[in-house]
């Protein structure tokens, strides 16, 4: 198995851009996450779905940010518009249903300008 | 609200030392609680997962124990290698396999 795939690695752009991550989950795996990392606030959750639905959209900060996902196999995070405070790492993960653990994607990096 | 802390936030040591990471929960109704491991530039890789009925789990040269009723957390590892450097996090789940809550983390050098 790939193993969760993220892309962008990196992203670089300017204040008021739109700015769109994307995740594909491993196989099977009925629930994804995404989570932000920052040096000043750590890991944090932002949403998560199950079965491609939205079940917890509390940790998302802004209405600038917004998560979808149309299918099992795909998922992105939209930050629009974008702000040099969004830089940070962010990481989707995806859990099986039968499974305590979540596996972690290789994040991406985003760095507004 | 969960809070999750890790002591010490860095740690250096030499080759083949045996060295303990703690870890503290506020909130001690929680679902389990894991150690990962982050490489620059990559993922979190799971360690250790140890059920809130559990008191230690055990891989190779790692042990993690838990203490639920003192919010208390350690990742033991033995005779420290040059590729065990890394970051060390600390989760607690607040509720089934979902809703993780981390720690800052430890950032481990050991040294050859």
């Known amino acids: 198995d790939a193993g969760v795939i993220q892309s962008p690695r990196h992203e670089v752009t300017e204040m008021g851009q739109e700015v769109t991550l994307r995740c594909k989950p491993i196989?099977?795996?009925?629930?994804l996450f995404w989570y932000r990392q920052t040096m000043m606030r750590g890991l944090e959750l932002l949403i998560y779905?199950?079965?491609?639905?939205?079940?917890?959209d509390s940790g998302m900060p802004e209405d600038r940010f917004s998560a979808k996902m149309p299918n099992a196999s795909f998922s992105t995070l939209k930050i629009q518009p974008s702000e040099p405070r969004d830089s940070a790492v962010y990481f989707c993960?995806?859990?099986?249903?039968?499974?305590?653990?979540?596996?972690f994607g290789p994040g991406t990096r985003l760095t507004v300008l | 609200k969960q809070e999750v802390t890790q002591i010490p936030a860095a740690l250096s040591v030499p080759e083949g030392e045996n060295l303990v990471l703690n870890c503290s929960f506020t909130?001690?109704?929680?679902?389990?609680l894991q150690w990962f491991r982050q490489d620059p530039g990559k993922g979190l890789t799971s360690l250790l997962l140890?059920?809130?009925?559990?008191r230690e789990q055990t891989s190779g040269r790692l042990n993690a124990s838990l203490d639920k009723s003192s919010g208390r957390s350690t990742l033991y590892i033995a005779a420290s290698q040059p590729g065990d450097s890394a970051t060390y996090l600390c989760?607690?789940?607040?509720?089934?396999?979902?809703?993780?809550?981390f720690g800052a983390g430890t950032i481990l050098r050991v040294k050859s």
């Open positions: 779905f199950n079965n491609n639905v939205p079940i917890d």
């Open positions: 989760a607690v789940t607040m509720e089934y396999g979902n809703k993780l809550v």
């Open positions: 993960a995806s859990r099986g249903l039968a499974a305590d653990t979540q596996y």
């Open positions: 140890i059920q809130s009925s559990q």
């Open positions: 909130d001690s109704a929680i679902y389990n």
């Open positions: 196989s099977g795996h009925d629930y």
